[in-house]
């Protein structure tokens, strides 16, 4: 590492944009690190070895985005196929779509309600348990969709995401729950959608094919930061809290496991991924890869699910989505106040910023990062 002026921890999408950005628009050499032995960070897609299916390690990625910037960007290195995400649950024995749409609430009450008659039909649910002033997420839920419906849709995958009862949790979680007067399905509005027509895997190679990127994989930042040139520029995109040593404690992640398994059939559910919202069934989703590339041509006769567990992370596990506690937001602070104290070192990603972020978000931050802060 001794020889570069830039090196980026992380090879997910964040570092890899901002690799790309430093390679191609400045045309310098730079440098990426990664713990892991692949790039793509979460991204990361391989086909698996029984059904030839590609699947999404990490869980599945949709590519959505309404950023003229960001489609401009992402696509001198993939095309997209036509993929159009939509979202279904599984309650009590039954397949309703998500989120909670006309025909979601018109099959689950048995009615047969116009576009037109929605919203008042749910408001009259939700006036019927008369909560005024919400104190917790399931009051807040229950006065904007009434109890039914927050009961087989919220109440039991909420409490599997985030192993706390809704009741314990603040009611500004939610501001409106989305629910749709239409019987659209699509779960993603933004004008550009779908899949890299080659897979994440793909991509990723595509994008560090410049032969300014220099990658080392199986690379620890905290095994190798003494070796790195005190005038370079690094662009950290790991835990920020890992950085400082935990100095203010730890932020909170959930993480979540998967498992897999191949069943001799062509489809399995008939969907990319499915929701299980019974408090009792104890995964929170199955994936379904082969439905995500519609135009490829896979072999019949056999499929591979992945089931999802959620639960908190702790150790080594892989952090997934933010808690986001009073504390953690506290402690974040502290940790964004040290961070810009830190000279030569820039933090982003949703590691560094412990933040979720779509990939599009992700790309545009690094993108704009690039633009004010590494630009010369
Ligand atoms: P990312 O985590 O990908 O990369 C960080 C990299 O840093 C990792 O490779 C890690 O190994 C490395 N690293 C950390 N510490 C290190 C160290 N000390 N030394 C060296 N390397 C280190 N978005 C979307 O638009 N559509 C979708 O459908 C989904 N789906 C989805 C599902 C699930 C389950 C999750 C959790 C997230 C999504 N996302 C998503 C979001 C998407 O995953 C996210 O936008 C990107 O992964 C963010 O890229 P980063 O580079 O910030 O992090």
């Not at 995401?161 to 501001?175: G, H, R």
């Not at 629910?179 to 793909?202: C, K, M, N």
């Not at 489809?267 to 199955?286: E, F, H, K, L």
């Not at 959620?310 to 506290?330: K, L």
């Amino acid at each position: 590492l001794s020889g570069f002026k830039y090196i980026v921890v992380g090879a997910g999408l964040f570092g890899t944009t901002v690799a790309e950005r430093i390679a191609s628009d400045m045309g310098l050499p730079v440098a990426i690190v990664d713990r892991r032995d692949h790039i793509g960070g979460n991204c990361h897609s391989v086909t698996d070895a029984d059904t030839g299916i590609e699947c999404h390690v990490y869980g599945t990625h949709i590519f959505h985005t309404k950023r003229r910037r960001v489609w401009d960007w992402i696509t001198q290195f993939t095309q997209f196929n036509s993929y159009r995400h939509k979202v279904l649950t599984r309650y009590d024995g039954r397949v309703f779509p998500m989120p909670i749409n006309l025909t979601t609430i018109n099959s689950f009450y048995g009615i047969d309600l116009a576009p037109s008659e929605v919203e008042a039909f749910v408001l009259a649910e939700a006036a019927r348990d008369r909560v005024e002033e919400p104190a917790n997420l399931e009051e807040k839920a229950i006065s904007l969709v009434g109890r039914p419906l927050y009961e087989a849709f919220i109440r039991g995958y909420t409490l599997k995401q985030w192993e706390t009862d809704p009741k314990n949790l603040p009611a500004e979680v939610i501001t409106r729950l989305p629910f749709r007067h239409s019987r659209e399905v699509d779960y993603f509005t933004d004008p550009w959608q779908g899949i890299p027509l080659g897979g994440y895997a793909e991509m990723f190679k595509a994008i560090h094919a410049h032969e300014n990127i220099h990658v080392f994989l199986n690379t620890d930042y905290f095994a190798v930061r003494d070796m790195i040139p005190a005038d370079a520029t690094v662009i950290y995109t790991g835990p920020v809290d890992r950085y400082f040593e935990n100095r203010f404690g730890e932020l909170a992640w959930r993480t979540i496991d998967f498992e897999r398994e191949v069943h001799p059939v062509s489809d399995y559910q008939g969907t990319s991924v499915m929701n299980y919202a019974d408090p009792d069934t104890p995964w929170t989703r199955i994936h379904e890869y082969r439905h995500l590339h519609p135009e490829r041509d896979y072999k019949a006769g056999g499929t591979v699910t992945f089931k999802e567990f959620s639960r908190h992370a702790a150790g080594q596990d892989d952090p997934y989505y933010p808690v986001n506690t009073p504390a953690d937001i506290e402690r974040l602070e502290q940790y964004r106040q040290l961070s810009e104290t830190e000279t030569n070192v820039l933090f982003g990603g949703r590691l560094g910023g412990y933040k979720y972020l779509d990939m599009d978000t992700t790309i545009l931050a690094a993108l704009e990062m690039f633009d004010e802060k590494i630009k010369r």
